[in-house]
C-alpha cells in the first residue's frame, strides 16, 4: 500500500543517515492524524538510534507532541524508550552509527529482493547487524573489526573452550562448521531468514544453529516497552 511504502521510505532514510538531526515532517504529519502510537514510537525510536541520540529540542518536540495527541499517561512509556537506550538526548559525543554502517556494510543500495546476494535483501536494503556480525565472525574474525565493535553497546569477548584431545573430531572434507548464534531478548523472522541465506551461500562452509528466549517484531517489541500498550490498536 501507499501508506507502507511511505512509512519505509522514512525508515530508509534514516538508516541512511538523511535529516536524521531535524524534526520529521512524516512523523508529524503521522501524530497529526493520530496514526497508532506504536508506530510513531518506532519511527522516533529508529531516528534517535540512528543520530546517536535526539538534539534536545526535537526530542522534546516529539514528547510533547506525543503526550498532547495520545495522552499524558504515556510519559511512562517515554520514559521506559530512554531507559533501554531507544530514546535519548544527543550529547557532546560523535555519531558513531555512520562509521558501524559503512564499515559492515549494513546498507546495500542495490538490493536484490527477487535474486538475492546479500543478507541485506530481507530488510529490502539493510543488513541485520546481528547477522553482518555473525557473518563477519565467520570469515575473517572480528579482529578484523575490533575497532568497531567498541562503538556498539555491551561488551565483547572471544573464549576458546580447551578441549580433551580424546574429544578432538577432524572435519572430513567438504564438512561444514556448525555455529550456535543465540540470542537474548528476542530474535525477529527476518534475522532468521538472513542466517538461513548465510548457510546457504555456495562458499559458507557453515551451519547455523538458532536459539532465542522469544521471536519478537518491532512492533511487539515497543510494545512489551509501553506503559499500557492494550489501549493501542496495531
Not at 529540542?57 to 531507544?86: A, C, F, P, S
Not at 537474548?184 to 546457504?200: D, W
Not at 517484531?217 to 506503559?227: I, Q, R
Request: aromatic share 8%; charged share 25%.
Amino acid at each position: 500500500s501507499e501508506a507502507f511504502f511511505d512509512n519505509l521510505t522514512v525508515e530508509q532514510e534514516f538508516m541512511t543517515g538523511v535529516d536524521t538531526d531535524k524534526v520529521n515532517t512524516y512523523i508529524e504529519d503521522c501524530i497529526s492524524q493520530k496514526d497508532p502510537l506504536i508506530k510513531i514510537l518506532r519511527l522516533v525510536s529508529m531516528q534517535s538510534v540512528c543520530n546517536n541520540g535526539l538534539k534536545q529540542k526535537v526530542l522534546d518536540y516529539y514528547k510533547r507532541e506525543i503526550l498532547q495527541t495520545y495522552g499524558y499517561e504515556h510519559i511512562l512509556t517515554l520514559n521506559n524508550l530512554e531507559k533501554v537506550g531507544l530514546l535519548k538526548p544527543q550529547t557532546g559525543s560523535r555519531n558513531n552509527y555512520p562509521t558501524i554502517r559503512k564499515t559492515l556494510k549494513l546498507w546495500m543500495e542495490d538490493a536484490n529482493e527477487q535474486n538475492p546476494n546479500d543478507i541485506s535483501y530481507v530488510y529490502s536494503g539493510y543488513a541485520p547487524l546481528s547477522i553482518r556480525l555473525t557473518q563477519v565472525l565467520a570469515r575473517p574474525g572480528w579482529r578484523s573489526i575490533e575497532e568497531v565493535l567498541k562503538m556498539l553497546p555491551g561488551s565483547h569477548f572471544e573464549e576458546r573452550q580447551q578441549l580433551p584431545s580424546g574429544l578432538h573430531k577432524k572435519r572430513q572434507q567438504g564438512e561444514n562448521r556448525t555455529t550456535l548464534v543465540f540470542f537474548l531478548g528476542g530474535v525477529t523472522y527476518a534475522e532468521i531468514a538472513a542466517l538461513r541465506f548465510l548457510s546457504q551461500m555456495e562458499d559458507s562452509g557453515m551451519e547455523y544453529i538458532i536459539a532465542t528466549t522469544k521471536l519478537i517484531n518491532g512492533t511487539t517489541w515497543v510494545k512489551s516497552l509501553m506503559d499500557r500498550p492494550e489501549s493501542q490498536i496495531l
